[in-house]
């Protein structure tokens, strides 16, 4: 039979057959001797040891479509990252530090904006406004009215999707909505796998329909972009790519530089300004990591330095 792992934990892998409910599996010596491991999202095959205690052993990984390292999990097709419309109010800066650490994972991003209910139409057209030419998929949703949701689901369906998102934005209350609820009752969850509802490091799928899972995790929870390269950091900002060509230098910031093509269109209004505010705070924060390294290199330098004339 054949599977998706949807939650890891001691050894055994649980792992969901369309149709059949989830079943409990130990995964065979050999991946252990190929120093292969089982990861969630992993498609598998099983054999079945007891069909009536739901019992079985992976004796199979498929191949893998994608593999993310932080968090540990396996065909992973797109991400959904859910802020709310207002209370509280979007903090775009942490959005922007969101979608670019999705995005360096290789993954397609969407944004849903939920509590519509707390916002008129202004508001919505606002952050419209500034994520349009973002090169993600802008959807709202009301988790309480049920707006939004079936866009949602359609925007899901077929595929294994990571959620991620602060605090506070109802992203509980659309996963609740997007889940049929006679199917959650029916065995997607059961009570094998709520052996792990405490451990909250492990990563999980849900499935929310045959074929279609959602992963709500607590490995997206880094947001420091200090270990990647500034000069990188404007291939995060899609919008910026039409005007680059205008620029006069090839390794130009976008930031002081004369005959700035992206500076000409944020002058234009064709950039938003917030998603431009945000990407020079960030170049910035690079930037003084950047001195904040090469200051403590030429300490490290000068002591050693007088530790050798000390010795000598």
Request: contains cysteine; proline residues 4%.
């Amino acid at each position: 039979m054949q599977g998706k792992i949807v939650k890891g934990i001691a050894g055994f892998y649980y792992v969901d057959i369309p149709g059949a409910g989830i079943y409990e599996c130990k995964a065979k010596g050999i991946f252990r001797k190929d120093n292969i491991k089982p990861l969630v999202g992993d498609d598998v095959q099983i054999e079945i040891t007891d069909a009536k205690d739901c019992e079985g052993n992976i004796i199979e990984i498929l191949p893998r479509k994608s593999e993310l390292v932080r968090p540990a999990v396996a065909n992973i097709d797109q991400a959904l990252l859910i802020f709310a419309v207002s209370k509280p109010e979007p903090n775009y800066n942490l959005l922007d530090r969101f979608l670019i650490m999705l995005q360096r994972q290789g993954l397609a991003c969407m944004l849903c904006f939920n509590k519509t209910d707390l916002a008129d139409e202004a508001q919505r057209m606002r952050i419209r406004d500034i994520y349009e030419k973002s090169g993600c998929r802008v959807l709202f949703s009301c988790a309480q009215s049920g707006e939004g949701i079936a866009d949602i689901k359609a925007a899901l369906a077929g595929k294994t999707t990571a959620l991620a998102g602060p605090s506070g934005v109802g992203k509980s209350s659309v996963v609740n909505c997007l889940q049929d609820k006679t199917r959650m009752e029916t065995g997607a969850i059961s009570e094998k796998i709520d052996r792990g509802k405490h451990t909250t490091r492990h990563s999980e799928l849900i499935a929310i329909s045959d074929g279609t899972y959602i992963m709500d995790t607590p490995g997206f929870s880094s947001l420091s972009l200090f270990d990647m390269e500034k000069e990188t950091l404007k291939g995060f900002y899609p919008e910026f790519a039409p005007y680059e060509e205008a620029c006069r230098f090839l390794t130009c910031a976008h930031i002081h530089e004369p005959d700035c093509g992206v500076r000409r269109a944020l002058a234009a209004n064709e950039i938003n300004r917030i998603r431009y505010e945000n990407y020079v705070a960030f170049y910035e924060e690079l930037k003084e990591r950047d001195a904040a390294a090469k200051g403590a290199k030429k300490r490290q330098g000068r002591r050693e330095k007088r530790k050798i004339g000390g010795e000598s």
